[in-house]
């Protein structure tokens, strides 16, 4: 089993300013079979990122994912205030799917 | 428009058992792997099990390995989870999830997910 380890726990940042979240892999994620999800209070998760780094519809360009092997990056470039949120990476190279623990970004 | 409608959580004693079902509409539902995610309240997400399109492919995760069983009918649009044997940590809410065409473990559509307390 892919183990996904995400970090920080939680960024403190305020709008306009630029997030950067991290998940590292236990072992290589083939094919950049890596996506990033948002989950706001009260919400079913909502899919970001797929491929690493493709936004998936609708996905404003503010939000950019990148990295491969065992790293991987997801950018929100300028916080808006709807971006306040917890976000999951998954990896779904193979069996069984996994999930990250989440990173929260708060409002500073 | 693909709608993922979770029912059948609720209050359970240790023990007993619960069926949790999903309705499916806006897709052809046996195009697609399904899978049950879920979510103690407050916490991160943990699969818990996957049905192939076909029923053929199936997978628990170790913590409900035995006690749980998914199952799908075409015919009725719908996704189940029979949970058996249920404990204090089974309690979450779970959600109903559909994956993509193209990468069965990749997850694009959720339901809003049904809550499961399991407490004497």
């Known amino acids: 089993e892919i183990v996904l380890t995400q970090s920080p726990g939680t960024l403190s940042l305020s709008p306009a300013e630029r997030a950067t979240l991290s998940c590292r892999a236990s072992q290589s994620v083939n094919s950049r079979s890596l996506a990033w999800y948002q989950q706001k209070p009260g919400q079913a998760p909502r899919v970001l990122i797929y491929g690493a780094s493709s936004r998936a519809t609708g996905i404003p360009d503010r939000f950019s994912g990148s990295g491969s092997g065992t790293d991987f990056t997801l950018t929100i470039s300028r916080l808006e205030p709807e971006d306040f949120a917890v976000y999951y990476c998954q990896q779904y190279d193979s069996s069984p799917l996994t999930f990250g623990g989440g990173t929260k970004v708060e409002i500073k | 428009e693909v709608q993922l409608v979770e029912s059948g959580g609720g209050l359970v004693q240790p023990g007993r058992s619960l069926r949790l079902s999903c309705a499916a509409s806006?897709?052809?539902?046996?195009?697609?792997?399904m899978h049950w995610v879920r979510q103690v309240p407050g916490k991160g997400l943990e699969w818990v099990s996957s049905i192939s399109r076909n029923s053929g492919s199936i997978g628990y995760a170790d913590s409900v390995k035995g006690r749980f069983t998914i199952s799908r009918d075409i015919a009725k649009n719908s996704l189940y989870l029979q949970m058996n044997s249920l404990r204090a940590e089974d309690t979450a809410l779970y959600y109903c999830?559909?994956?993509?065409?193209?990468?069965?473990?990749?997850?694009?559509?959720w339901g809003q997910g049904t809550l499961v307390t399991v407490s004497s």
């Open positions: 999830t559909r994956s993509t065409m193209q990468w069965l473990l990749l997850i694009e559509h």
């Open positions: 806006g897709f052809t539902f046996d195009d697609y792997a």
